[in-house]
């Protein structure tokens, strides 16, 4: 998680300049939103869930900034019923035709006892959208879970929900999205910054 956050630190420090050059400027008429936010070249707030392993990975982030992460229940991963804590190993082993089901279509099917992937696209898209408006031409950070980061990417990028096992998600990648007057963008995706 340390390469993350001195891969968004840089990546903050360079991003004005980009920001000044893009097409999207021409566009969306954005010219003081992208002035203000170069200015800064820092991020305003860091969220998180209150899971631990996000907790934890976000205050690693947060730390070059000095921000301690606000922890947020709707980030939380999905909950996966009976199939909690298990390995994806072990849910196929020991529900083969629940977890095939579930692997071909998340969006028709819920683990046993389990959240379904609209109720998790609800909250988790409420907390983000919630997120965007207190920090309009701020940056900001989520740290969140693969199926939370799935979610959002195929929200903001229009891609039907059926899809979201599509869209790879490594442990402690880097999304970047730029907002101009609420129209997103999608910098870049699944980047895993090495140390």
């Known amino acids: 998680m340390r390469g993350a956050a001195a891969f968004i630190r840089e990546h903050l420090k360079s991003s004005g300049d980009r920001q000044q050059m893009s097409y999207l400027k021409?566009?969306?008429?954005?010219?003081?939103v992208a002035e203000e936010v170069s200015a800064s070249g820092i991020l305003a707030a860091l969220y998180c869930s209150d899971l631990s392993r996000s907790l934890k990975s976000a205050e690693i982030v947060g730390e070059?900034?000095?921000l301690r992460p606000v922890v947020l229940h709707d980030l939380r991963e999905r909950g996966f019923g009976v199939w909690e804590g298990m390995t994806f190993l072990e849910i196929r082993e020991?529900?083969?035709?629940?977890?095939?089901?579930?692997a071909v279509n998340p969006l028709k099917y819920s683990p046993p006892g389990g959240e379904s992937t609209l109720r998790v696209k609800e909250?988790?898209?409420?907390?983000?959208?919630?997120?965007?408006?207190r920090h309009?031409?701020?940056y900001f950070g989520i740290v969140a879970h693969g199926g939370v980061n799935r979610i959002i990417l195929c929200h903001f990028l229009g891609v039907p929900l059926e899809n979201?096992?599509?869209?790879?998600?490594s442990y402690a990648a880097v999304n970047i999205i730029e907002f101009w007057d609420k129209y997103p963008v999608i910098k870049l995706m699944n980047r895993v910054p090495y140390e």
């Open 64 to 66: 070059p900034f000095g």
């Open 123 to 133: 909250r988790v898209i409420s907390a983000v959208e919630g997120i965007i408006l």
């Open 94 to 102: 020991s529900y083969p035709q629940e977890f095939k089901s579930w």
């Open 136 to 138: 309009d031409g701020e």
């Open 26 to 32: 021409d566009i969306h008429r954005q010219d003081t």
């Open 164 to 169: 979201v096992f599509r869209l790879e998600q």
